[in-house]
Nanobody, 128 residues
Framework: QVQLVESGGGSVQAGGSLRLSCAAS????????MGWFRQGPGKEREFVAA????????YYADSVKGRTTITMDNAKNTVSLEMNRLKSEDTATYYC?????????????????????WGQGTQVTVSS
């Protein structure tokens, strides 16, 4: 079994920054890709960013592109999400996801069906 533990969430004012991290542990044979999704109040879960184990490719949602960076630390089995210039609409529970079985890398990394393990989520609240 694989466990994903997110950290780094919290409350921040609009315009501020946060760095979310997700550490994977357990019976990990290989990580093919990791991603971040979020679910805001009254909204469906949506894609935020994704990265392959090698760091290429990476994908970003249009809503966060240019102010968000996803990185992977393979030695620590950790993926991080640096978010800057936060907006009130970024308020959501952020979920980390992991793909551990072989599957073609590409734009399907933007979809939740691509991942076979999920974290419990970490709350991000942005106040204006």
């Amino acid at each position: 079994q694989v466990q994903l533990v997110e950290s780094g969430g919290g409350s921040v004012q609009a315009g501020g920054s946060l760095r979310l991290s997700c550490a994977a542990s357990g019976n990990i044979f290989r990580i093919y890709a990791m991603g971040w999704f979020r679910q805001g109040p009254g909204k469906e879960r949506e894609f935020v960013a994704a990265i392959s184990r090698s760091g290429d490719p990476t994908y970003y949602a249009d809503s966060v592109k240019g102010r968000t960076t996803i990185t992977m630390d393979n030695a620590k089995n950790t993926v991080s999400l640096e978010m800057n210039r936060l907006k009130s609409e970024d308020t959501a529970t952020y979920y980390c996801a992991l793909r551990s079985a072989e599957l073609t890398l590409g734009t399907q990394m933007k979809y939740d069906y691509y991942y076979n393990y999920w974290g419990q989520g970490t709350q991000v609240t942005v106040s204006s």
